[in-house]
């Protein structure tokens, strides 16, 4: 794990324009920060798509066509604290629906914590936690030969470029069956002025988020980042539909690394990019969707009409 983040963060601070991968943001640390920014009043994400798993939980369940007594496999990508789900699996489970919760993350951290309060609150669920990278994980999803529910809830697919994402996607149709579904949480485009606080809070947790990467190579790799010298730098492309992070150094700096040997430099306003998050419409998922094996067979979205669960059919 520590040669695979340290090969990574070389990779990313060689490039000319430099990047750190966003996956890497998720420690203890980062996984307390990102509950924190779920409860923001900037962070309309999480609200929206909750009000759609707790107003139109009979519509998912339909739309996931399966039968009272044929069992599947609820698996959910990136679960993270699991907080939306959780009135899916109650659901589910006082439906009497047969069924195992596999819950995907690159956090063991996230994913003990999980096990911890659905054993609290959900004891009658079954929950078969997977912890990796769930990039590495899809081939082993055909392992099994029972039918599929796939959720990829919280916008997750927009840390990826539309080209990650289509060859994601069609990786995992390749190693779904036919009817599988998945079900994907997209946060809709929409003007600057409701994305980018978003990204870019009052009270400054995401800042936080973003400046605990530099916290954990220093931790974790032996690095000499001084997280003081460098800023939160958000930005968000309206006409695209793309918002990304950057960490922006306000000074020129060296930072050495032990886990990679090297030093690397900084000018006065070089920014790395830490993270992406890219804004659908049915146009943009359209496109993505071109060459998999998804199609769309329902989409949920909130009143507001600023987040969207599509469910998708495996083909
Ligand atoms: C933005 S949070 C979203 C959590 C949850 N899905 C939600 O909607 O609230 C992203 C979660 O995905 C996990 N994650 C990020 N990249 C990952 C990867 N490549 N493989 C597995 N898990 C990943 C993180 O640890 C974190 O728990």
């Given at each position: 794990m520590i040669e695979q983040f340290a090969k990574n963060v070389d990779a990313g601070l060689s490039k000319a324009e430099k990047t750190l991968p966003s996956k890497y943001f998720y420690d203890k640390n980062g996984d307390e920060l990102f509950v924190e920014i779920m409860k923001m009043p900037e962070y309309y994400l999480t609200r929206c798509e909750m009000e759609i798993f707790t107003t139109q939980t009979d519509e998912l369940i339909a739309s996931f066509q399966a039968h009272k007594n044929d069992y599947f496999e609820l698996i959910e990508l990136g679960a993270g604290d699991g907080s939306k789900t959780r009135t899916l699996l109650e659901a589910l489970s006082k439906k009497d629906y047969q069924f195992d919760y596999l819950p995907v993350d690159i956090s063991q951290n996230a994913l003990d914590q999980l096990q911890q309060s659905l054993q609290r609150h959900l004891p009658q669920v079954s929950v078969v936690p997977k912890h990796g990278d769930y990039f590495d994980m899809l081939g082993s999803v055909k392992d099994s030969h029972h039918p599929k529910i796939v959720l990829f809830l919280g916008s997750n697919i927009g840390n990826m470029t539309d080209p990650e994402a289509s060859e994601f996607l069609y990786q995992l149709g390749a190693n779904l069956s036919k009817g599988d579904k998945l079900l994907l949480g997209t946060d809709l485009i929409k003007p600057a002025d409701v994305v980018l606080p978003a990204y870019n809070d009052d009270s400054g947790i995401t800042s936080s988020f973003n400046i605990n990467l530099l916290h954990r190579m220093n931790a974790e790799l032996g690095a000499t980042f001084d997280?003081?010298?460098?800023?939160?730098?958000?930005?968000?492309?309206?006409?695209?539909?793309?918002?990304?992070?950057?960490?922006?150094?306000?000074?020129?700096?060296?930072?050495?690394?032990?886990?990679?040997?090297?030093?690397?430099?900084?000018?006065?306003?070089?920014?790395?990019?830490?993270?992406?998050?890219?804004?659908?419409?049915?146009?943009?998922?359209?496109?993505?969707?071109?060459?998999?094996?998804?199609?769309?067979?329902?989409?949920?979205?909130?009143?507001?009409?600023y987040f969207a669960d599509y469910l998708l059919n495996r083909n």
């Open positions: 997280p003081d010298g460098f800023v939160h730098a958000p930005e968000y492309n309206e006409n695209e539909g793309i918002a990304k992070s950057y960490l922006l150094s306000n000074k020129v700096q060296s930072v050495e690394i032990a886990a990679t040997g090297k030093t690397y430099n900084f000018q006065a306003g070089e920014k790395i990019h830490t993270e992406i998050s890219r804004k659908y419409d049915d146009q943009v998922l359209a496109k993505i969707l071109a060459k998999t094996d998804f199609s769309i067979s329902a989409k949920f979205t909130d009143k507001k009409n």
